[in-house]
């Protein structure tokens, strides 16, 4: 048995305005400087007006790979103003924080750390509602019951997850999505390539998430290179923010994989962005599967067009692939071109393998690498070389 979970989904041009529609007495905004500053929380903040929806506060504070002691920063405050609503209006880590304080507001027994896929009673709802207005078009998280955090003590990653977590509604208004510059775009794109991708040929791969991958696989090859290289192209924008949404959708319904476990070793340690870090690692990740999920690979090939592999395999065929995609995108194609000097990258070695063996997205991975291979992937894709083992 499996279960197939999905918020609200509110989207296309204008789609902000059903923050008007909504029924609550006080909201609490959960963001981050960026978004005050480009005027989106003034935006926000006129809807919920309109409904007659008092803001209590503003919290701004989220970071970028926001850490547990930001969230519980943040849970202080909700407490005190006691909202009815939250609103999380930003990129992945503004949400994955509103997700979090939602379940310690309404949860106070439950650790944020605790959090994991067997709690069966959250009872979520209770207090407030949960809604999530994404800025940027790749993370997903607006339609996800996945958090990911940062323990900023012990220097790596949490990926926790549950189903009840859930955002009640998620806006997908591509207007809300016009700032984003295009290195960001580009980070964040090749973070919804991966998620379609992973969720698509993970181990549990099922029929309902399927579907859903492809077609943000296709928007994203599409539209990706147009919205970066111009950032009026609206149809682009849109198509960008409806694909990051769909890949979110698809891939939380039957998980991430290698890709993701990698990237978050390697942005936990040398801080490299989310959306970059999984985009750099997917096609090594696709070379080490290879043949344990070649069915999947070559479905993908024909779904974005890129059919014939010319004598290679369908592994070696979609990690090239990805990696032109990277590449019309200014995208880093190894470790080094990150910007990691090698004898930070040797001592952080045994740190980098330790995180991926137990980041929890690696056990849905059709191949599991040990820890003398997970050592020699990194150093592959430090020096971008072919994975040929």
Known sequence: MWYFVAPEVVFGPDALSHLAELRAKSAFIVTDKKIVDLGLIERVKEQLALA???????????????????????????NQHAPDLIVAVGGGSVMDA?????????????????????????????????????????????????????????????????????????????????????????????????????????TWNNDFSDGLCIRAMQLVFEYLGRAVNDVDDMEAREKLHNAACIAGIGFINSLSAMAHAAGHSLGAVFHVPHGRAV????????????????????????????????????????AHAIRELARELNQPLSIKETGVASDTFDEAMEKLIDNLMADGSLIVSARIPDAAESERFFRYAYDGRTIDF
Request: hydrophobic share 40%.
């Open 52 to 78: 007659d929806t008092s803001v209590g506060c503003v919290f701004d504070d989220v970071e970028p790979d926001p850490s547990l002691q930001t969230v519980y920063r943040g849970v202080s405050l909700i």
């Open 279 to 318: 985009g750099l690692l997917l096609p090594y990740t696709i070379e080490f599967v290879g043949e344990a999920a070649n069915d999947r690979w070559a479905e993908i090939l024909y779904a974005i067009k890129r059919a014939d592999p010319q004598g290679k395999t369908p592994a070696t065929a979609l």
């Open 98 to 202: 509103a997700k979090a304080m939602r379940v310690q507001y309404e949860r106070p027994d439950i650790l944020i750390e605790e959090i994991n896929p067997f709690i069966t009673d959250f009872g979520l709802g209770t207090k407030c509602r949960l809604v999530c207005v994404s800025t940027t078009s790749g993370t997903g998280s607006e339609a996800t019951f996945a958090v990911v955090l940062t323990d900023t003590e012990d220097q790596r990653k949490l990926s926790l997850i549950n189903r009840q977590m859930v955002p009640d509604i998620a806006i997908v208004d591509p207007q809300m999505a016009r700032a984003m510059p295009p290195q960001l775009t580009a980070d964040t794109g090749m973070d919804a390539l991966t998620h379609a991708i992973e969720g698509y040929s993970c």
